[in-house]
């Protein structure tokens, strides 16, 4: 047998809180003008009360609410599935497993997050949520999210990746959110996540029936992607395993990473493995210091591993690790070097994407190729060793909305990188 | 609950034929010059010894082999899933369930035969196949197949696909298999899937080490599908349901209809249901006779439903669904009336999927919205009598690659159509 699969029962039914679990205590977010902690009432205009409340929990276990079970059962427990045929292409000695949240509706694991935002705004009496996009992956899944809660969605979408990404526009929109291009005041400006970042939060704060919505960074978001840790525990403990080795994720802002690791982070013998690219280097060459989440420099300061607000990373394909910090939970651990972080050129990322693909079947998307490329380098390692080495990794989403990327990669047209 | 989910350990371990149910002897195929029935001699050249074999065989099941098990299980048994969100929105008191084919590694149910067809290849020694593809469900499929077994592919696409539609064209090379725009010979012919059968048809029988694969309309790859048919069956009786009322799938070649469907043919009170467009009507509008498989007439003559083979259907979203004739198995049963069929408009078509994606999450093909929509007036029709009617549809596939179609509807771009 290679492939786990709970049953909907099987759901968690409360998320995994890491911040009890910290050695050193979290740092506040800092007020933008002031340089004072953030309060509840300065994050009001932006996000329900019951999100504020878990950004500071210390509680050990948050539970899950039912309306927000239910949604996730459409796709929820996700399966384990232990890699044997890439394995056995590697001649590793190492047992390989992944964690696949592809299988959500829209393709990633940014959907668990997505449905108790939605939730929780609609229960605040909240009628309409304002994001930014990328390339699309959270803009698609709060799509779905907002479809489920009869919310109104709408969506500032970076102006590169709507003219030209259509795939993932045309499915938010399909979902029945509504997308714009940002810049929105500058049609010729080619747009970034900060500037999208602005002109969603503009957009809330102008309207008292509308909330923001974040789909990475904030510890509520990470709370909400615990689910896949939690999960994944109980699933290895079915085929025999006692803990991993090592848990592997790709980092960007650090939701899907702090998702699958957090619940492991008691377990000291667990290696936690935080994987980005060369060209966004955040945990591997950033400094951990005070910085804006956006490029403007109007959200609060956060405490983080970061390049500089105004860094702007090179065009790569994985456009959900271009992020110039990491969330102040992941970057916390990394510091108090209870996590590790390595950084791949996009090159030898795709190389472990195809060799991933011709094995297990699966495409993977190149955030998630991340991942792989690690995982098959400790498994590599281990083959040097003879180590018998259990290591588990997030299948954060797949690739088929991302396929272009595969075709710079198979006809040699991807740009050159250091690294 | 609401998401049967059957553990790896639980696939059928034999495929289920129909022909032993049919209640008139099934016709053979012709040769296209003799007009005499083809024999295994004259299809050697194209296929192995064991898949004619099977395309003849009166036996009631056919073992799977181990190493076609082995791969199948990456992703099956796959989930039976009920529609509540749906069934809700619409107000029906029936129960409307779906098997979700979608999350095989190329998306669809082809993938089914085509590990199958790869498997038996391998075997008799064959070092290359080649087939051809519209749209590309099929050549994912199979070149996924062939990356399994170590076999090479060269796939014959319909030109216009092959340059409108890059995303399953750049799948299938990353799967290692090769693409050619299909006519071969005419760099300004738009091409059609005639003409991709004679250049996939005369490459294998020019070279001793290849053969042919077709992924629908011949018995053997309808019998390949019948996992699902049978898994739907295990699972519907996990939910505590005796059978369905009605099974509904799309209707193209006939290849997912008669997977789900063929399993309940010996089940009397269970009715059947063909789904197809009105822009090519085969089961309602065309009429039973001998037919060719091709536009050029080179193929074995079959006994189907069909609208004459140099019938040019326009051009529609659901390519899947535009193919002159039906599966032979599948026309023998509509015509001894156990099985019903029905075809509707494009518009109509996508406005369920809409409803669909907009409740459960998932987005579907435009070929399994056909069976969406048939599915949706069942229950409604439910709905008007009061009847818990037990539907099963087939989700044949998702529509992560047909996003530009939903773009199309969105924005009221859809062609306009008769019916």
């Not at 709060?142 to 259509?166: G, H, I, N």
């Not at 006692?242 to 702090?258: E, F, H, Q, T, Y």
């Not at 690219?277 to 591993?305: E, I, K, R």
Request: with cysteine.
């Amino acid at each position: 047998m290679s492939r786990w699969s709970l049953p909907p029962s099987a759901i968690p039914t409360a998320w995994f809180n890491v911040i009890p679990h910290l050695t050193s205590p979290l740092q506040p977010p800092l007020h933008p003008g002031t340089r004072e902690p953030v309060g509840p009432d300065d994050l009001a205009p932006l996000f329900p009360m019951a999100l504020i409340g878990q950004e500071v929990s210390t509680d050990p276990w948050i539970d899950i609410p039912g309306e927000v079970l239910d949604i996730l059962r459409l796709w929820r427990p996700t399966p384990l599935v232990r890699a044997t045929r890439l394995e056995k292409a590697l001649g590793t000695p190492a047992r390989i497993y992944f964690k696949d949240e592809s299988v959500s509706p829209s393709g990633s694991h940014k959907t668990n997050t997505a449905v108790a935002q939605a939730f929780y705004n609609k229960q605040e009496g909240i009628a309409r949520l304002t994001t930014e996009t990328g390339a699309g992956q959270w803009g698609t899944a709060l799509s779905f999210a907002c479809s489920q809660f009869d919310l109104d969605l709408k969506v500032y979408m970076v102006r590169t990746s709507y003219e030209q990404k259509p795939y993932r526009r045309i499915a938010i929109e399909t979902w029945g959110g509504e997308v714009v291009p940002s810049p929105v005041d500058d049609p010729n400006n080619p747009g970034s996540l900060g500037s999208a970042i602005s002109d969603a939060v503009r957009d809330c704060v102008s309207r008292d029936d509308t909330h923001y919505s974040l789909g990475s960074v904030l510890n509520h978001v990470l709370l909400h992607q615990t689910v896949i840790g939690l999960e994944a525990k109980e699933q290895l403990e079915q085929a025999g395993e006692r803990l991993p080795d090592v848990v592997i994720a790709p980092c960007g802002g650090g939701s899907n990473l702090g998702g699958i690791t957090f619940p492991f982070v008691p377990e000291k013998d667990v290696r936690l493995l935080a994987v980005e690219p060369v060209s966004c280097p955040t945990l591997t060459q950033g400094t951990f210091d005070y910085d804006f989440g956006d490029v403007a420099g109007t959200t609060p300061l956060l405490p983080m591993y970061t390049l500089g607000h105004d860094f702007m990373p090179p065009s790569i394909h994985a456009g959900g690790l271009r992020y110039h910090g990491d969330a102040p939970l992941v970057s916390q651990l990394v510091r108090d070097g209870r996590m590790e972080a390595v950084a791949y050129p996009q090159g030898k990322v795709f190389e472990a994407a195809v060799q991933f693909t011709r094995t297990e079947g699966k495409i993977p998307a190149p955030e998630t190729s991340h991942a792989i490329r690690a995982a098959i380098d400790e498994a590599l390692a281990a083959k040097e060793t003879g180590e018998e080495k259990v290591i588990l990794f997030n299948f954060s989403g797949h690739g088929f909305l991302d396929l272009a990327a595969y075709d710079d990669y198979n006809n040699g047209r991807l740009p050159e990188e250091q690294g």
